[in-house]
């Protein structure tokens, strides 16, 4: 396993479309696997591939539940509305207010290439949103509500 560069804001390879995963390949499992350590060493909730520089549509995502694999993930369903604090790993240290869905349900393929469905409320829905705009080139700041601000963590003492 490898922990991976995150790209950032400004960098090209965020606005762009991701292709479909057709098979998986050991290259992909092993890229996932990376996805996955590199989004638990940045203290992350979720994480896309183009956010490694890897313009794939596979995203990993991990609210506190264990971690979440989805390839080709498309939303088939969402309802109600949330707005609250929304920050990425591509924009460290700064959050903002995003409106999004409160309930999603998504549609994807697992690490065997088998189709699952996958339901998600609060934080859950929202990170489902988050990630899957990533493999379309969007990112969260393009819906924040007024401006950016600083983030600050407080250490559990």
């Known amino acids: 396993m ?14 762009k479309n991701c292709k479909e995963v057709t098979k998986m390949s050991l290259r992909t499992k092993i890229l996932i696997n990376d996805m996955l350590d ?50 990425c790993l591509s924009v460290p240290g700064m959050s903002g207010i995003v409106t999004r869905p409160n309930y999603v349900k998504v549609r994807a393929l697992n690490e065997d290439m088998e189709e699952i469905e996958m339901e998600g409320e609060g934080l859950l829905a929202r990170a489902f949103c988050h990630e899957i705009d990533h493999l379309d080139g969007k990112m969260y700041v393009s819906l924040v509500e007024g401006e950016l601000h600083q983030t600050s963590y407080e250490e559990d003492e």
């Open 2 to 15: 490898a922990i991976r560069k995150i790209r950032e804001l400004g960098d090209e390879v965020l606005t």
């Open 38 to 87: 590199t989004m638990y060493e940045a203290a992350g909730v979720g994480l896309a591939a183009p956010q490694v520089g890897i313009l794939k549509r596979i995203v990993v995502i991990d609210v506190g539940e264990g971690p979440i694999v989805l390839v080709n993930p498309v939303i088939v369903e969402s309802s109600g509305e949330q707005t609250g604090e929304e920050g």
